[in-house]
Nanobody
Framework: QVQLVESGGGWVQAGETLRLSCAASGGTFSSYAMGWFRQAPGKEREFVAVINWSGTSTDHADSIKDRFTISRDNAKNTVYLQMNSLQPEDTAVYYC??????????????????WGKGTLVTVSS
């Protein structure tokens, strides 16, 4: 079972930057695609970004494509989400996830079998 722990959330003003981290343990991190999702208050959880096992392939949701970037460091068993030019609509709990069974395309489709507990990002206008 893979354990995932997110960090780096907080309160920022519009236009500012945050970098989220997700530390993984209990599995072979370098073998897994990893993803970020978010859930805003009163809304369903939505896909944000996915990265393949080696970091050579990524996909980002259209709503954040020009502002957010997913990356990973397999030596540190960590995946990151760099968030620039944050806007109030980015306010959400951000979750990292992996799909050991389904891999990259499962995550791209919103499916995961391991989730972190999330980190809250609040953006004020």
């Amino acid at each position: 079972q893979v354990q995932l722990v997110e960090s780096g959330g907080g309160w920022v003003q519009a236009g500012e930057t945050l970098r989220l981290s997700c530390a993984a343990s209990g599995g072979t991190f370098s073998s897994y695609a990893m993803g970020w999702f978010r859930q805003a208050p009163g809304k369903e959880r939505e896909f944000v970004a996915v990265i393949n096992w080696s970091g050579t392939s990524t996909d980002h949701a259209d709503s954040i494509k020009d502002r957010f970037t997913i990356s990973r460091d397999n030596a540190k068993n960590t995946v990151y989400l760099q968030m620039n030019s944050l806007q109030p609509e980015d306010t959400a709990v951000y979750y990292c996830a992996t799909s050991v069974s389904g891999g990259y395309y499962a995550l791209l489709g919103g499916l995961a079998d391991n989730w972190g507990k999330g980190t809250l990002v609040t953006v004020s206008s």
